[in-house]
């Protein structure tokens, strides 16, 4: 069969344009029954995530509601005041992840559906960053928020707003509940791991620098060399990756700067592995790699296994919907700070005095 949805633009925002107007159009009357996931996979031959997150978007602009035990149906009223919802704002960034992102709003989802709320999701990159989500909140449509990788200053004015929110990451607000890792310790371990296997020319390669994360994230990059009286330097460090491009780009001008390790945290460092091998290079002969904050697994038909930090995220992200359920129903919810496991693979080699010298960059 083949696909309606060949464009250069995402299958699951064609999907939703297409239902949209479908919607618009009259095909479907208020109150209608709507397409299953399985009926729009049949339909336009795509994966299930692309149905799920298209779902997901119309759901959250009011087109559409679930009914659970019942299934999808056109709104009536947009969405009732009645109906139990938790809004989820996400930044771009994290969409742009979309398998991984669905994966983890599925095990939040979870913990929500047995307490009888669904989400709404709602992406910074299809609503403004402030109207929207005021319309949610002053025609009462969502009962609270949680907030994924989004901005320091979203987290700022959802706290003049008095509604409940969890922030899943890191924040700089005092008395928010959030759920997050110790991300200046993981980084800083890991740099500084790298650091005693004779590594100098370290690349961070990481996502929105706006994220207050990304900034924890670099303060522990920055603090593993000074430990140590080296100076960090900025141009291994990589920000705002956000796409398979950014990576691959990111990954080449690391390689040009005479970089001999890279510490990733990112979900697509899969395509930096296969740069690597295509400019001849070997991981870890010419370039060591580490990975943080993800599922420890092999990279390549050696069965070399990465080093690096697992965290459990859909735990996470089940702890959340408990942490946000908890605050609805007038209970003290404390922030919590998720553990992490650091793996020793063979993904990182030791290098010699000589070594740490012997790859300049492009222009020495």
Not at 88 to 96: A, C, D, K, L, R
Not at 173 to 202: Q, T
Request: overall charge positive; aromatic content about 8%.
């Amino acid at each position: 069969m083949v696909s309606y949805l060949k464009n250069s633009i995402p299958k699951y925002k064609r999907l939703k344009d297409i239902l949209g107007e479908e919607i618009k159009n009259g095909k479907f009357k208020e109150s209608d029954k709507f397409y299953s996931e399985r009926e729009l996979v049949g339909k336009f031959n795509i994966s299930r995530n692309t149905a799920v997150e298209s779902l997901r978007i119309l759901e959250s602009q009011g087109l559409i509601e679930r009914i659970q035990g019942k299934g999808t149906f056109v709104s009536n009223k947009k969405l009732s005041n009645n109906t139990k919802n938790i809004a989820v704002v996400v930044s771009e960034i994290f969409e742009t992840r979309h398998s991984a992102s669905i994966s983890l709003i599925q095990s939040m989802e979870k913990v929500l559906d047995k307490a009888g709320y669904h989400i709404l999701l709602i992406s910074l990159e299809h609503y403004s960053k402030k109207q929207q989500i005021d319309n949610l909140i002053s025609q009462k449509k969502a009962d609270a928020f949680i907030l994924v990788s989004v901005p320091g200053e979203v987290h700022k004015w959802f706290a003049s707003k008095n509604v409940p929110f969890v922030i899943i990451g890191n924040t700089l607000l005092k008395n928010a509940p959030y759920i997050n890792v110790d991300y200046f310790k993981l980084v800083n371990k890991g740099i500084s791991y790298l650091l005693e296997l004779g590594h100098r020319k370290i690349g961070f390669v990481i996502g929105d620098k706006e994220n207050i994360g990304v900034m924890i994230g670099i303060r522990g990059y920055e603090n593993a060399y000074n430990s140590l009286g080296l100076a960090a330097q900025s141009r291994y460090i990589m920000t705002d990756i956000s796409n398979a491009s950014n990576v691959i780009k990111a990954t080449n001008n690391l390689i040009d700067a005479g970089a001999t390790a890279i510490l990733f945290d990112i979900y697509m460092f899969n395509y930096a592995v296969d740069e690597i091998g295509d400019r001849g290079l070997g991981v870890p002969e010419d370039i060591s790699l580490m990975v943080a904050t993800q599922k420890i697994r092999k990279i390549n038909a050696k069965n070399s296994l990465l080093t690096g930090f697992e965290v459990d995220i859909n735990k996470t992200y089940r702890l959340a919907g408990k942490m946000i359920i908890d605050l609805i129903n007038g209970k003290e919810v404390k922030s919590k700070t998720v553990p992490y496991k650091f793996f020793e693979g063979n993904s990182c080699k030791k290098l010699g005095t000589e070594a740490q010298s012997s790859r300049g960059t492009k222009n020495e």
